[in-house]
């Protein structure tokens, strides 16, 4: 990600400038060692063989849409320097359709290559307990919907998933568990009521049963198989009249709950998938009007298509069309369980035609839907900084890293966000564990150096360290930035260096004078002052500094989830 961009990048120093600004007054350095080789990623080696099945007795048009799905599965995975997210996909999709036709070896094949490629793709492990359950391998099924529930904790779908399996093996003890987990991710939940009722009838508490499948039948009035178990139960209670009531009333009407990835499996296998592919496709080529076309055909031949929707607003805004854009994701909220990715995008949207008070509001209830929403919680804390709700940004930028201690934006901003509201030593404490994190990281080691440097708290200050923060900083970047430089005069003049800081702040004024950017040259111009009356600076960013207005997030075709 392009930390400094969302930041500031005002103006980079030319290597000529450099070449005379560094000479003698950095301290001679060993040179840095070789970078050490990236982790090795999953190779075709590592990756299991797919066992095709024979397609000659299957319908032609399958047979046709199979052949042609492995060609792409094939040239995809074959082409060199193809990355892994790439590839996970394309085994993914190709799971995605041996599945709907019932073809387990090949699809289970195809989502293992998937989860090696992209382990944090919680989908490919969903779609494997899904074919372990259809097979009858409860075992396996209760792994993959644990490893779902590892990368979302409050995933609906996994939660009841799981649970079934559980009552199915006979613990009914974390069965009920996850079924009472269930409905607090939806109080309306029938399907978790009704696993109560099973397990209330198992353990004999009729009366509970009873409570229970009446529950889930006031809920989900067309689950019309709950009659039955509630015959089953009135009967055992002696209750004679009100078995033969539900008796009479039983049917083949399933206890529903919202599957989002089930449902894309039944998209593929109407063809509404091979649409969708054909889009993005076009809209990745650049051929934006005819991708608008064919999602614009999508929705008017299902209008509670909210993948299609949400496709068709996502290419309008890419396209500059944002306004069109929020509409098309409006339409699709009444027609889908999985919100959180539309609010998302509806908050990317509204942010651009200027509307974030609203904006910030949709995030809130992204984050709502799904309390681990990593993106939502960081466009939120981005939201509320730019709003100058500073301190409930700080929660957010926290709640990122807890959720991906990775990411390196998360941690500099909420030490910027620290900073903001003159925390000195939780923003050194944020920086150091960012850094613990993520050693190499330049943005977080030059945002150290620039807090030892200048913080106005003297106990935080230390210049031989930002001064060697940023040594490690200019041997790691090919070509210093506006800010490492600006920052380099800081830390010498933190250490008595006056000549050097004016000596660095004038070559900086020079630049960007030449560069016509008059403003920025006033503000160097009062540091500068401040050294050559000897004095260092006590401000590290200033009140204005863009870093405080960071930018949102982009679009993306995002699978609603």
């Given at each position: 990600?392009?930390?400094?961009?969302?930041?500031?990048?005002?103006?980079?120093?030319?290597?000529?400038?450099?070449?005379?600004?560094?000479?003698?007054?950095?301290?001679?350095?060993?040179?840095?060692?070789?970078?050490?080789?990236?982790?090795?990623?999953?190779?075709?080696?590592?990756?299991?063989?797919?066992?095709?099945?024979?397609?000659?007795?299957?319908?032609?048009?399958?047979?046709?849409?199979?052949?042609?799905?492995?060609?792409?599965?094939?040239?995809?995975?074959?082409?060199?320097?193809?990355?892994?997210?790439?590839?996970?996909?394309?085994?993914?999709?190709?799971?995605?359709?041996?599945?709907?036709?019932?073809?387990?070896?090949?699809?289970?094949?195809?989502?293992?290559?998937?989860?090696?490629?992209?382990?944090?793709d919680y989908r490919w492990s969903y779609y494997l307990a899904l074919g372990y359950r259809a097979r009858g391998d409860l075992e396996r099924a209760g792994v993959q919907y644990q490893h779902v529930l590892t990368l979302r904790p409050n995933d609906l779908a996994a939660v009841l998933g799981l649970a079934r399996i559980e009552l199915e093996q006979g613990r009914t003890e974390e069965a009920a568990e996850h079924f009472q987990q269930a409905l607090k991710l939806d109080p309306e939940s029938a399907a978790a009521m009704a696993g109560l009722g099973e397990i209330a009838a198992a353990g004999r508490d009729y009366a509970k049963a009873v409570e229970h499948y009446e529950e889930a039948l006031r809920r989900q009035p067309q689950a019309s198989?709950?009659?039955?178990?509630?015959?089953?139960?009135?009967?055992?209670?002696?209750?004679?009249?009100?078995?033969?009531?539900?008796?009479?009333?039983?049917?083949?009407?399933?206890?529903?709950?919202?599957?989002?990835?089930?449902?894309?499996?039944?998209?593929?296998?109407?063809?509404?998938?091979?649409?969708?592919?054909?889009?993005?496709?076009?809209?990745?080529?650049?051929?934006?009007?005819?991708?608008?076309?064919?999602?614009?055909?999508?929705?008017?031949?299902?209008?509670?298509?909210?993948?299609?929707?949400?496709?068709?607003?996502?290419?309008?805004?890419?396209?500059?069309?944002?306004?069109?854009?929020?509409?098309?994701?409006?339409?699709?909220?009444?027609?889908?369980?999985?919100?959180?990715?539309?609010?998302?995008?509806?908050?990317?949207?509204?942010?651009?035609?200027?509307?974030?008070?609203?904006?910030?509001?949709?995030?809130?209830?992204?984050?709502?839907?799904?309390?681990?929403?990593?993106?939502?919680?960081?466009?939120?804390?981005?939201?509320?900084?730019?709003?100058?709700?500073?301190?409930?940004?700080?929660?957010?930028?926290?709640?990122?890293?807890?959720?991906?201690?990775?990411?390196?934006?998360?941690?500099?901003?909420?030490?910027?966000?620290?900073?903001?509201?003159?925390?000195?030593?939780?923003?050194?404490?944020?920086?150091?564990?960012?850094?613990?994190?993520?050693?190499?990281?330049?943005?977080?080691?030059?945002?150290?150096?620039?807090?030892?440097?200048?913080?106005?708290?003297?106990?935080?200050?230390?210049?031989?360290?930002?001064?060697?923060?940023?040594?490690?900083?200019?041997?790691?970047?090919?070509?210093?930035?506006?800010?490492?430089?600006?920052?380099?005069?800081?830390?010498?003049?933190?250490?008595?260096?006056?000549?050097?800081?004016?000596?660095?702040?004038?070559?900086?004024?020079?630049?960007?004078?030449?560069?016509?950017?008059?403003?920025?040259?006033?503000?160097?111009?009062?540091?500068?002052?401040?050294?050559?009356?000897?004095?260092?600076?006590?401000?590290?960013?200033?009140?204005?500094?863009?870093?405080?207005?960071?930018?949102?997030?982009?679009?993306?075709?995002?699978?609603?989830?």
């Amino acid at each position: 990600m392009e930390r400094r961009s969302a930041a500031r990048r005002l103006v980079s120093i030319t290597m000529v400038v450099l070449s005379v600004l560094f000479q003698g007054h950095l301290t001679a350095t060993p040179e840095a060692p070789p970078a050490e080789p990236p982790p090795a990623q999953a190779t075709g080696s590592e990756l299991e063989p797919i066992p095709f099945p024979n397609l000659s007795a299957m319908d032609a048009n399958v047979r046709e849409q199979l052949e042609r799905a492995r060609a792409e599965l094939e040239q995809t995975t074959r082409r060199p320097g193809t990355n892994p997210e790439v590839r996970a996909l394309a085994y993914g999709r190709m799971g995605q359709m041996l599945q709907t036709y019932d073809l387990l070896d090949a699809s289970e094949s195809c989502y293992r290559n998937a989860l090696r490629l992209a382990p944090r793709d919680y989908r490919w492990s969903y779609y494997l307990a899904l074919g372990y359950r259809a097979r009858g391998d409860l075992e396996r099924a209760g792994v993959q919907y644990q490893h779902v529930l590892t990368l979302r904790p409050n995933d609906l779908a996994a939660v009841l998933g799981l649970a079934r399996i559980e009552l199915e093996q006979g613990r009914t003890e974390e069965a009920a568990e996850h079924f009472q987990q269930a409905l607090k991710l939806d109080p309306e939940s029938a399907a978790a009521m009704a696993g109560l009722g099973e397990i209330a009838a198992a353990g004999r508490d009729y009366a509970k049963a009873v409570e229970h499948y009446e529950e889930a039948l006031r809920r989900q009035p067309q689950a019309s198989s709950l009659h039955y178990r509630l015959a089953m139960a009135y009967r055992q209670l002696r209750q004679v009249d009100k078995a033969r009531l539900h008796l009479g009333k039983q049917g083949d009407g399933a206890v529903n709950y919202p599957d989002p990835l089930l449902e894309e499996l039944l998209r593929v296998k109407t063809g509404r998938w091979r649409q969708r592919e054909q889009a993005n496709r076009l809209l990745e080529s650049g051929q934006h009007e005819e991708a608008v076309r064919l999602f614009r055909q999508m929705v008017s031949q299902d209008p509670t298509d909210a993948l299609a929707l949400v496709d068709l607003g996502t290419a309008l805004a890419q396209m500059g069309r944002v306004e069109e854009a929020v509409r098309q994701f409006e339409a699709a909220l009444p027609h889908t369980a999985s919100k959180s990715r539309i609010h998302l995008n509806l908050s990317m949207g509204l942010i651009q035609i200027g509307r974030e008070e609203e904006a910030l509001e949709h995030c809130r209830q992204a984050i709502e839907t799904d309390p681990n929403f990593t993106e939502a919680h960081f466009q939120l804390a981005n939201l509320l900084m730019r709003r100058e709700l500073v301190d409930e940004a700080i929660l957010h930028y926290g709640r990122v890293i807890e959720l991906d201690p990775g990411n390196a934006f998360a941690h500099f901003m909420g030490a910027m966000a620290l900073v903001r509201t003159q925390r000195w030593r939780e923003a050194r404490s944020q920086l150091e564990a960012g850094l613990t994190a993520l050693p190499e990281d330049t943005d977080l080691a030059h945002a150290m150096a620039r807090l030892l440097a200048a913080c106005p708290d003297a106990a935080i200050r230390n210049g031989q360290q930002a001064l060697r923060l940023l040594q490690k900083v200019f041997e790691r970047v090919k070509t210093p930035d506006f800010e490492q430089v600006e920052t380099l005069a800081m830390v010498y003049a933190e250490l008595g260096l006056f000549d050097r800081a004016v000596q660095v702040q004038r070559m900086m004024i020079t630049e960007v004078t030449r560069a016509q950017r008059s403003m920025l040259a006033t503000l160097l111009q009062e540091n500068l002052t401040r050294y050559q009356r000897k004095e260092a600076c006590r401000q590290p960013w200033r009140d204005n500094d863009p870093v405080f207005q960071p930018t949102p997030l982009p679009f993306s075709l995002l699978t609603l989830q």
